[in-house]
């Protein structure tokens, strides 16, 4: 439990704030997170990481000389908005490119990969690496859908050292991806995590046992087994994790003994004592350890053991120094925070935009109106679309959705231009909606505004290019497929029947038309489909029969669009 707080709803701002007060040599606070006090070489990669709170070290302490570059911070547990990635990212930009680099958590990937593409479509030079290190989240032959547990930190070391010694993104790229192949953790767990204010744990371990496997969010573990003592403990952590190792491992091992929160450092150096022993029977050598708390699950009760397979590329990044408030390693010198003076500030200026023309501030107010259909769909339907969710998700779809495109409306400015007023729009939309859908219309929203933003273009052309754009948006943001039973399912064939009624020949107004019944026929067509992705995939039983809710709220809109489209032609 939590101890120490104030109001619980302000407990994430109130720590960062006091975070940053004790550590403002290192790091000062921007909107979203925060960057190092004392920027890097001009020209260097900035390591941007980060996810929810509540993982202390990860992520703002480990922003610093040697490692990141800023560190975004969302709420507890609760991936941060794609608005506040892209602007940590931008105030620790310094010229050289923009690695992100996370766990690998659905609502991560949505965000930090909204705002990777902001950041490309400004010429900034973006890039993620996702941490996948955990073995108890899928099999090797996945790796890819592995989540990331203690092994993020290091990623994030290796990738950070890279920036530092003023390697091009290409290299830091690489080097993180190397880092994130070769690294490999499992944990146990013996009690559960409170978030502050609440009375009971996030889960609970029966007395006696401990879970193997555990997830740094409350998750609990695989598998529930008796206690053991911890050189027990070792050989099933040391044993699992040598089945399952990289091709050409090498003999040369860094070992991470990770407590989660509440696990004492000497019941962890114990259990390294055991670990260590082990992996020099197995004729591993171990170099640099580290035993102490660098991801942690609030005061979970549970550690993790680690296993980075070094080679001759990687050992050095290992070793480089690195000065952050969490971690010191090596002797970094360290320039006052104050003797960079506008330096300082000059990174994280945000770039001016242009005025916007009188043709976008045109289009902008006729967009205005399209959102103001969308709206009162979803105001009308907001009920309808609950109780579908509510089959097999969570119930909140309609809530969701209205929630979000009042907070576009009010965000959206046409003075600001067309693309401008659809960013802010989007990113409203994504911030206050939460949630996978919410995230994605955000996505949506701006990728239509990119596209729609051409003065002269042929009508036709930029509609049908916005509606692309957005299925893009969509399918690379979320990664589902036609058949996954998402609003993909109805996106897809709106895109397609515009393409094909456009390229006949109709007229915008009949091919719009034409589209949405499209999408209207597909949201239906989707209740004999079973769910492959997001909440709904453990119920996919129950959801068969009914039609999927984000499907259904795209037919909706897609229909005011074209009943808008249908009334501006008259
Ligand atoms: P949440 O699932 O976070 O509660 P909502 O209930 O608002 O969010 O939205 C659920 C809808 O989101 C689903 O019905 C589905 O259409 C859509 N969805 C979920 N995951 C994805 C994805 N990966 N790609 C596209 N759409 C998705
Ligand atoms: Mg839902």
């Given at each position: 439990?939590?101890?120490?707080?104030?109001?619980?709803?302000?407990?994430?701002?109130?720590?960062?704030?006091?975070?940053?007060?004790?550590?403002?040599?290192?790091?000062?606070?921007?909107?979203?997170?925060?960057?190092?006090?004392?920027?890097?070489?001009?020209?260097?990669?900035?390591?941007?990481?980060?996810?929810?709170?509540?993982?202390?070290?990860?992520?703002?302490?480990?922003?610093?000389?040697?490692?990141?570059?800023?560190?975004?911070?969302?709420?507890?547990?609760?991936?941060?908005?794609?608005?506040?990635?892209?602007?940590?990212?931008?105030?620790?930009?310094?010229?050289?490119?923009?690695?992100?680099?996370?766990?690998?958590?659905?609502?991560?990937?949505?965000?930090?990969?909204?705002?990777?593409?902001?950041?490309?479509?400004?010429?900034?030079?973006?890039?993620?690496?996702?941490?996948?290190?955990?073995?108890?989240?899928?099999?090797?032959?996945?790796?890819?859908?592995?989540?990331?547990?203690?092994?993020?930190?290091?990623?994030?070391?290796?990738?950070?050292?890279?920036?530092?010694?003023?390697?091009?993104?290409?290299?830091?790229?690489?080097?993180?991806?190397?880092?994130?192949?070769?690294?490999?953790?499992?944990?146990?767990?013996?009690?559960?995590?409170?978030?502050?204010?609440?009375?009971?744990?996030?889960?609970?371990?029966?007395?006696?046992?401990?879970?193997?496997?555990?997830?740094?969010?409350?998750?609990?573990?695989?598998?529930?087994?008796?206690?053991?003592?911890?050189?027990?403990?070792?050989?099933?952590?040391?044993?699992?994790?040598?089945?399952?190792?990289?091709?050409?491992?090498?003999?040369?091992?860094?070992?991470?003994?990770?407590?989660?929160?509440?696990?004492?450092?000497?019941?962890?150096?114990?259990?390294?004592?055991?670990?260590?022993?082990?992996?020099?029977?197995?004729?591993?050598?171990?170099?640099?350890?580290?035993?102490?708390e660098l991801v942690t699950s609030l005061d979970?009760?549970?550690?993790?053991?680690?296993?980075?397979?070094?080679?001759?590329?990687?050992?050095?990044?290992?070793?480089?120094?690195?000065?952050?408030?969490?971690?010191?390693?090596?002797?970094?010198?360290?320039?006052?925070?104050?003797?960079?003076?506008?330096?300082?500030?000059?990174?994280?200026?945000?770039?001016?935009?242009?005025?916007?023309?009188?043709?976008?501030?045109?289009?902008?107010?006729?967009?205005?109106?399209?959102?103001?259909?969308?709206?009162?769909?979803?105001?009308?339907?907001?009920?309808?679309?609950?109780?579908?969710?509510?089959?097999?998700?969570?119930?909140?779809?309609g809530v969701g959705m209205r929630t979000g495109?009042?907070?576009?409306?009010?965000?959206?400015?046409?003075?600001?231009?067309?693309?401008?007023?659809?960013?802010?729009?989007?990113?409203?939309?994504?911030?206050?909606?939460?949630?996978?859908?919410?995230?994605?219309?955000?996505?949506?929203?701006?990728?239509?505004?990119?596209?729609?933003?051409?003065?002269?273009?042929?009508?036709?052309?930029?509609?049908?290019?916005?509606?692309?754009?957005?299925?893009?948006?969509?399918?690379s943001r979320g990664g589902a497929r036609v058949?996954?039973?998402?609003?993909?399912?109805?996106?897809?064939?709106?895109?397609?029947?515009?393409?094909?009624?456009?390229?006949?020949?109709?007229?915008?107004?009949?091919?719009?038309?034409?589209?949405?019944?499209?999408?209207?026929?597909?949201?239906?067509?989707?209740?004999?489909?079973?769910?492959?992705?997001?909440?709904?995939?453990?119920?996919?039983?129950?959801?068969?029969?009914?039609?999927?809710?984000?499907?259904?709220?795209?037919?909706?809109?897609?229909?005011?669009?074209?009943?808008?489209?249908?009334?501006?032609?008259?």
């Amino acid at each position: 439990m939590t101890r120490i707080a104030n109001d619980p709803a302000d407990f994430v701002s109130q720590a960062l704030a006091g975070f940053v007060a004790a550590h403002g040599d290192v790091v000062r606070a921007v909107d979203g997170g925060v960057v190092r006090a004392v920027p890097a070489a001009r020209g260097s990669v900035a390591l941007v990481v980060g996810g929810g709170s509540g993982h202390y070290p990860a992520f703002a302490g480990v922003v610093g000389a040697g490692m990141a570059a800023g560190a975004v911070c969302g709420n507890i547990f609760t991936s941060p908005s794609a608005g506040q990635a892209y602007r940590v990212a931008k105030a620790a930009h310094r010229g050289g490119g923009v690695l992100f680099s996370f766990g690998n958590y659905a609502g991560d990937v949505l965000h930090f990969g909204e705002a990777e593409a902001r950041l490309r479509d400004e010429g900034i030079d973006a890039r993620t690496v996702l941490c996948t290190d955990d073995i108890a989240s899928a099999p090797l032959d996945e790796i890819d859908r592995r989540r990331g547990i203690a092994g993020d930190f290091v990623v994030f070391k290796i990738a950070g050292a890279a920036a530092e010694r003023g390697d091009s993104i290409d290299e830091v790229e690489r080097l993180a991806r190397l880092a994130n192949h070769r690294t490999r953790t499992l944990g146990v767990a013996f009690g559960g995590c409170t978030f502050p204010g609440a009375g009971e744990p996030l889960f609970t371990v029966p007395d006696g046992m401990m879970s193997i496997g555990l997830g740094i969010h409350g998750e609990p573990g695989i598998r529930d087994v008796p206690r053991t003592d911890s050189a027990t403990l070792a050989a099933t952590l040391v044993g699992a994790l040598l089945a399952d190792v990289p091709e050409q491992r090498g003999a040369r091992v860094v070992v991470i003994v990770n407590g989660l929160g509440t696990v004492k450092y000497e019941e962890l150096f114990v259990l390294y004592g055991d670990v260590a022993a082990l992996l020099e029977a197995a004729g591993v050598t171990v170099v640099q350890p580290e035993v102490g708390e660098l991801v942690t699950s609030l005061d979970m009760a549970g550690a993790s053991v680690t296993l980075f397979w070094l080679d001759d590329e990687l050992e050095p990044l290992w070793a480089a120094p690195a000065y952050t408030p969490a971690y010191r390693k090596g002797s970094v010198e360290v320039a006052a925070a104050t003797d960079a003076g506008d330096e300082v500030f000059e990174a994280g200026e945000a770039e001016q935009l242009p005025e916007a023309s009188e043709w976008s501030k045109t289009a902008a107010t006729l967009a205005l109106g399209y959102l103001d259909a969308a709206r009162a769909t979803l105001h009308e339907h907001e009920a309808e679309l609950g109780r579908i969710d509510a089959i097999a998700g969570d119930g909140d779809h309609g809530v969701g959705m209205r929630t979000g495109i009042d907070a576009a409306g009010e965000a959206a400015d046409p003075d600001a231009g067309l693309r401008a007023m659809l960013a802010a729009a989007g990113d409203a939309w994504s911030e206050r909606a939460g949630g996978t859908s919410g995230a994605l219309w955000g996505s949506i929203l701006v990728a239509v505004g990119r596209a729609l933003d051409r003065e002269g273009a042929d009508p036709c052309t930029a509609v049908a290019d916005a509606a692309r754009a957005a299925l893009d948006a969509v399918t690379s943001r979320g990664g589902a497929r036609v058949g996954d039973k998402t609003m993909v399912d109805a996106l897809d064939p709106f895109v397609r029947t515009l393409d094909q009624r456009l390229a006949a020949g109709d007229a915008l107004p009949d091919a719009l038309d034409a589209a949405a019944r499209a999408a209207t026929d597909a949201a239906a067509a989707t209740s004999a489909l079973r769910p492959a992705l997001g909440r709904a995939r453990p119920l996919a039983e129950k959801s068969l029969g009914h039609p999927d809710a984000g499907a259904t709220s795209l037919a909706l809109i897609a229909t005011a669009i074209s009943e808008t489209t249908r009334k501006e032609a008259r």
